[in-house]
């Protein structure tokens, strides 16, 4: 069997293309990471003024904030309010954590 140069430009591609989306993967995981940072503050001062861990009035907003930002983008609309639900609920439980504390 022979590797013809379409073969090794093509496993070349998907090299390059894997390559950047293992950058991209680590540069959302640290955006994460800052962000947990953010709202483990916001959990804290909530506590620290007896302040309620959900505030679903700023939950709604952001949704329909990143329903457009993702239009925008290109992206689907309802993955990215299932993403930004998944990460609503964690703050949320860290922010039950923090007051409980």
Do not use: W, Y
């Not at 069997?1 to 070349?12: G, I």
């Not at 998907?14 to 293992?22: C, G, Y």
């Not at 990471?33 to 907003?61: I, M, N, W, Y």
């Amino acid at each position: 069997m022979t590797t013809s140069a379409n073969d090794e430009s093509v496993t070349a591609e998907l090299t390059r293309l894997r390559d950047s989306i293992d950058n991209i993967d680590a540069a959302v995981i640290h955006m994460l990471a800052e962000r947990f940072k953010c709202t483990q503050q916001v959990g804290h001062l909530k506590a620290a003024h007896k302040l309620p861990p959900a505030d679903p009035a700023r939950e709604s907003r952001q949704i329909a904030r990143l329903r457009e930002l993702a239009e925008n983008a290109k992206l689907d609309p309802a993955f990215a309010e299932k993403f930004l639900n998944f990460i609503i609920a964690e703050v949320i439980r860290h922010h039950e954590t923090i007051a409980r504390a």
